[in-house]
């Protein structure tokens, strides 16, 4: 099974900050890391795909980046409805895996 | 529009069955995909339970293999779960989602249910 470690668990920013979360695999691979949004009593967002690929309809402050075994979200000027927790979620292996997650708080 | 909708018991007793059901609007599942679910314990991170294509055999999360089933009904357009043997620690908001890419790699979930919160409890 293919573990996915993010980092950091948690963090504080303000509105208007540039925050990067980082998600490392235990397995290289690339273009095979997604990453999601997450709101308390709402299902998941799908974010990014296929590593840097921007879901329809997602503002474009959401990027994504990396290869091999680390991966970053990187979220620019950080906007209210983007406190959430963010997690990611790899699909090389038959058997998928989520990341632990990521709580990005207001400071 | 793409929706889905589980469905099922909200309360399972100890060692019973869970049962849930997603119907699918707006997109048929006798398309090349795969459906999944997944699930979320109340405080804790998401976990992948398993995928299913229409037309094949469905992956499980091997941590969970020896007590689910997922199926598919495409007259009816939906896909079902059944864990069996629960505990306390299955309580959670169960989650479907799709389509998921049939070749796999680079599959990702663009669509999802509300979820379902299921209590495991006596």
């Known amino acids: 099974d293919i573990l996915l470690t993010q980092s950091p668990s948690s963090l504080s920013a303000s509105v208007g900050d540039t925050v990067s979360i980082t998600c490392r695999t235990s397995q290289s691979f690339s273009n095979y890391l997604n990453w999601y949004q997450v709101k308390p009593g709402k299902p998941p967002k799908l974010l990014i795909h296929s590593t840097s690929s921007l879901q329809s309809g997602v503002p474009s402050r959401f990027s994504g980046s990396g290869s091999g075994t680390d991966f970053t979200l990187t979220i620019s000027s950080l906007q209210p409805e983007d406190f959430a927790t963010y997690y990611c979620q790899q699909s090389y292996s038959t058997s998928l895996s989520f990341g632990g997650g990521t709580k990005v708080e207001i400071k | 529009q793409v929706q889905l909708q589980e469905s099922g018991p909200g309360l399972v007793k100890p060692s019973e069955t869970l049962s849930l059901t997603c119907t699918v609007s707006g997109y048929s599942i006798s398309s090349d995909y795969y459906w999944g679910w997944i699930r979320q314990p109340p405080g804790k991170g998401l976990e992948w339970i398993g995928n299913i294509y229409h037309s094949g055999s469905p992956y499980y999360n091997p941590s969970l293999k020896s007590r689910v089933t997922i199926s598919v009904d495409t007259p009816q357009n939906q896909v079902s779960l059944k864990m069996r043997s629960v505990t306390a620690a299955d309580t959670a908001v169960y989650y479907c989602?799709?389509?998921?890419?049939?070749?796999?790699?680079?599959?990702?979930?663009?669509?999802w249910g509300q979820g379902a919160l299921v209590t495991v409890s006596s």
């Open positions: 989602a799709g389509p998921f890419s049939i070749s796999w790699y680079g599959g990702h979930f663009d669509y």
